[in-house]
């Protein structure tokens, strides 16, 4: 894409205390092959060297300035804040989050897509998150799907096309008609965001990995996981959405699904210690979407939750005995020490069951 043809693309960097990986995002950006694009990096009150980090790369490059809060903001919150500076001339908006980075080809990549398929409103690409490769991308060849029916796949469970903020490039006026742009309240508003937007309009994709998102245990997603919220925005989503891209039995059977998914995780925390706030949260989420929280579904889950673990316990057991079964004897031929099982060739069979059973998605 020559220099005179190519759309400008708005840079945003929501920032608070990542002075330890600031600058390597930053550096980022300055390594695209497309070059036409300003960025604007938003400081929220850090209390380490990170507006120090940005005012160095600023004074060198007139594409970068900093928007400096005079006061401390919740994370959406400032991500919001973030995606309100795009430039009024920008056709695309380009989230990178402070602690991520995106590869050289990125910029180039993503708006070669939407400039191919104008009717594209959010560009998403493969992404790396720390040593694996997330989201499960269109066949070999295909750069545009329906809106709708990427939603649609994402419900089903299907597909997953789109996922952080950094993964994806926005067409900057849908950012502009959107206010808030991020729903503040939800832990997942990333993907409710895509939701919004492609009710409207259409996805492209890139097949090949663009952007990398650093995996952190404090992370507001590590948060997140470990309270359930996921299944609070899941449900949420096939309530707000699920409707417009799912005939009525589609719906259901997500609805059925992904309430038993739910009511598992809740089972297997009955059985751990958890303050009140946990439990309200979860009351709130079924509150919001209209659905009583059942308290006798509750229980039957967490009884079920623990006959599988109480079974899975007493496999675990048989195993060990069966492994301490084992006898060694002496070949007479080769005087080798080798393992011979009691049960002779049908352990092997076992042993392979059992290594296909703990092999599995991450």
Known sequence: MKMISQPLVSIVTPVYNEENNLA???????????????????NNCSTDRSLEIAGRYAAKDARIRIHDNRQFLE???????????????????????????????????????????PSAGVVSAYERCGQQIRLTGLAEGEELVDG??????????????????????????????????????????????????????????????????????????AISADIGAHFGSMLDLLFTYGRGCLNGDEFEKCLDRHLSEY????????????????????ERTFAKVGIGFNRSRLASAAVGQLCSSLLQAKSSMKSLKRLFSLRRIRNPQTRRVVLEAGTGPSFKRDRAEDGVKLIGRS
């Open 75 to 117: 994370m959406l919150a400032n991500h919001n804040v973030a995606v309100r500076q795009i430039s009024p001339e920008s056709k695309y908006c380009k989230v990178v989050l402070g602690d991520d980075w995106i590869y050289p080809e990125c910029l180039e990549k993503m708006v070669g897509v939407a400039e191919a398929c």
């Open 148 to 221: 709708r029916e990427a939603c649609r796949q994402f419900l089903l469970g299907k597909l997953l096309l789109f996922g952080a903020q950094t993964s994806v490039l926005y067409r900057a006026d849908l950012v502009r008609s959107r206010v808030p742009f991020y729903v503040e309240t939800d832990r997942y508003a990333d993907f409710e965001s895509c939701f919004a937007l492609l009710r409207t309009s259409n996805l492209g994709f890139v097949h090949q990995v663009l952007t990398f998102s650093r995996p952190r245990d404090a992370s507001i997603g």
């Open 24 to 42: 390597e995002c930053i550096e980022s950006v300055l390594a695209q092959t497309y070059q036409n694009w300003d960025y604007t990096i938003v």
């Open 263 to 282: 009511y598992r995780f809740l089972g297997r925390r009955l059985w751990v210690e958890r303050g009140r706030d946990f439990w309200s949260y979860h």
